[in-house]
């Protein structure tokens, strides 16, 4: 059963505006969410980290909101830009540190397009 | 430069052969992992290990065999026994507390059974 699930496999955006990402999760357990981003034949890149103590971070264009009542979170990329256009994977964990319980559990991403 | 690097890019194999990815870092971490991506399947954990000469099974280890004899090296031998080995696969590594953002991954194997 998936325990990090993104609904939507795919968002297409017009350059400028906002690109709201969702994810949810089912494990009570996870406290640590992070968001990567993937070009084609790449490895993921990092892209914003959130834990349970906080309900928002905020890097530049990227701002991660977390919901831990609904088991939501979502990322916002503001304004959009057609360099964004990749596959997002929503990640999470029990632990921010090492062993079994921080194994990060991923999505199955959601391809954004950022149109000119 | 520090990074993790995985070779080959691009692998083919013919039906019944062992074939071993591999994964080097230098970032000098201690936890190592590897990942297969199927389209529309997103990322799932083939093996981990936290420590020199140990390693766990994560979801999907069956038909895979790993090994960690040096910190810098986590390859990963794909096996006749995986039934379905074409996929993209991933490497990444990580320290024990992860301030800010998890894994580091390699640019991945593209492995293609003919």
């Known amino acids: 059963d998936q325990q990090v699930k993104q609904n939507s496999p795919s968002l297409s955006v017009q350059e400028g505006r906002i690109s709201i990402l969702n994810c949810d999760y089912t494990?009570?357990?996870?406290?640590?969410f992070l968001w990567y981003k993937k070009y084609p034949a790449e490895g993921p890149t990092f892209l914003i980290s959130?834990?349970?103590?906080?309900d928002k971070n905020e890097d530049g264009r990227f701002t991660v909101f977390l919901n831990k009542s609904a088991k939501h979170l979502s990322l916002h990329i503001v304004p959009s830009q057609p360099g964004d256009s990749a596959v997002y994977f929503c990640a999470a964990s029990a632990s921010r540190y090492g062993g079994s319980q921080g194994n990060l559990i991923f999505g199955k991403g959601t391809k954004l397009s950022v149109k000119p | 430069d520090g990074g993790i690097t995985q070779s080959p890019k691009y692998l083919f194999r013919k039906e019944g052969q062992n074939v071993t990815l591999s994964c080097e870092q230098n970032l000098n971490h201690d936890a190592m992992y590897w990942y297969r991506q199927d389209p529309g399947q997103g990322l799932r954990l083939i093996y981990y290990s936290q420590i020199v000469n140990d390693f766990q099974k994560g979801d999907i280890a069956e038909g895979y065999s790993v090994s960690r004899e040096k910190k810098e090296s986590f390859p990963l031998t794909v096996t006749s026994a995986q039934k379905n080995p074409t996929a993209f696969y991933l490497c990444?590594?990580?320290?024990?507390?992860?301030?800010?953002?998890?894994?580091?991954f390699g640019s991945g194997t593209r492995l293609t059974v003919v």
């Open positions: 959130i834990s349970s103590i906080k």
């Open positions: 990444a590594s990580s320290t024990w507390d992860r301030p800010q953002g998890g894994y580091t």
């Open positions: 494990n009570s357990m996870f406290d640590y």
